[in-house]
């Protein structure tokens, strides 16, 4: 039932052990597709419910909306339907949901959830946890700290899906948000609330505030996977894995956990220096595509024409055996 080798691609190595991965500092998985990538992340999900289910313990996972998990639910609730996956040991905890918002509003991340994935699965009601958007504005404290708690007392989050948002956020951990955060209230960056602004038909629909799990919380999983699938991602993506670690980034405290995995498909790796220039990383196959792109490359980051270029741009740019099969820059 479970696809082994899909759930071993996203097995973690860490980062910095491979000369590829050079410039690197977040372990990370290239797919095909975004479909290829949910279908694995859905499998390695599938892959530790079942072992917790053979030593009869509970499952805990953080769950993230968005449209970036929306194939991995959809796989889970084939799993379930099909292949008999059941989630009755699974505890789930969401990272994340508007302020203030009705629970039977479409827009909800309680909505989002029940739609895509808990009315498709056997999971138990009472296991299913998501900040609650109705408290009154007097009760959000005291909600927040309670969620935090339900969570410790549990065991803490054994498996934690993330997406990543334009700003760099995880959850709705904006920039700014401090590494020590936990489940707070948090005002949502413009690009956040432009972001959704689809799914609200205007702007000016989208909640200002949300709850959402902190920093710490995230830090505190056993195990983190984040996705991101198409070049809209790319930029973000880039900074998150080869950028330092910055709050005005909160994806890149990231780096700081022993056990994340990245899974991007090959739009959203596309920025990254081992895809873009990957002469600037190791030895590169010369091939005739690779030729034309990096003297392009090379010329516009020097600034001069490309007869211009001398001996000493290649060879100042990772570009010297390329120098050594022709010759001389001249050649
Ligand atoms: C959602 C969440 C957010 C999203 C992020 C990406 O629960 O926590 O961080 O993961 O905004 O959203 P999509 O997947 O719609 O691009």
Not at 227 to 250: C, L, N, R, S, V
Request: aromatic share 8%.
């Amino acid at each position: 039932m479970i696809d082994q080798t899909k759930a071993a691609l996203l097995e973690y190595k860490a980062p910095g052990s491979f000369e590829e991965t050079r410039y690197e500092k977040l372990h990370n998985v290239i797919v095909n597709n975004s479909s290829d990538g949910s279908i694995a992340i859905a499998h390695c999900i599938a892959k530790l419910i079942l072992a917790k289910q053979k030593k009869k313990e509970t499952c805990v996972l953080g769950l993230a909306t968005g449209s970036s998990p929306l194939s991995v639910y959809r796989e889970l609730v084939r799993l379930h339907q099909e292949e008999g996956l059941s989630f009755k040991n699974v505890i789930t905890f969401n990272l994340d949901e508007y302020y203030p918002i009705s629970k039977e509003d479409v827009q909800s991340y309680y909505h989002f959830m029940h739609q895509n994935l808990f009315n498709g699965i056997d999971i138990e009601p009472e296991n299913i946890h998501i900040p609650n958007g109705e408290v009154t504005p007097e009760e959000l404290r005291a909600s927040c700290i309670a969620y935090e708690k339900k969570i410790k007392k549990l065991g803490g989050i054994d498996l934690q899906i993330l997406g990543i948002g334009r700003t760099g956020h995880i959850g709705f951990n904006e920039p700014g948000s401090h590494l020590n955060s936990q489940t707070r209230t948090i005002t949502l960056d413009h690009l956040t609330r432009f972001d959704a602004s689809a799914a609200f038909q205007g702007i000016e629909n989208v909640p200002r505030k949300a709850i959402t799990m902190g920093i710490q919380t995230i830090l505190n999983a056993k195990r983190i996977l984040l996705m991101a699938w198409g070049t809209y991602k790319a930029e973000i993506i880039q900074k998150a894995i080869e950028g330092k670690i910055t709050d005005k980034i909160p994806t890149t405290y990231l780096q700081y956990h022993k056990n994340t995995t990245l899974i991007l498909d090959t739009e959203a790796a596309s920025e990254l220096t081992r895809i873009k220039t990957p002469w600037l990383v190791s030895s590169c196959d010369w091939n005739e595509a690779n030729r034309s792109k990096a003297i392009a490359w090379l010329s516009e980051r020097v600034n001069k024409s490309i007869l211009k270029l001398t001996d000493e741009d290649y060879n100042q740019n990772g570009m010297s055996d390329l120098l050594a099969q022709h010759g001389s820059s001249y050649d």
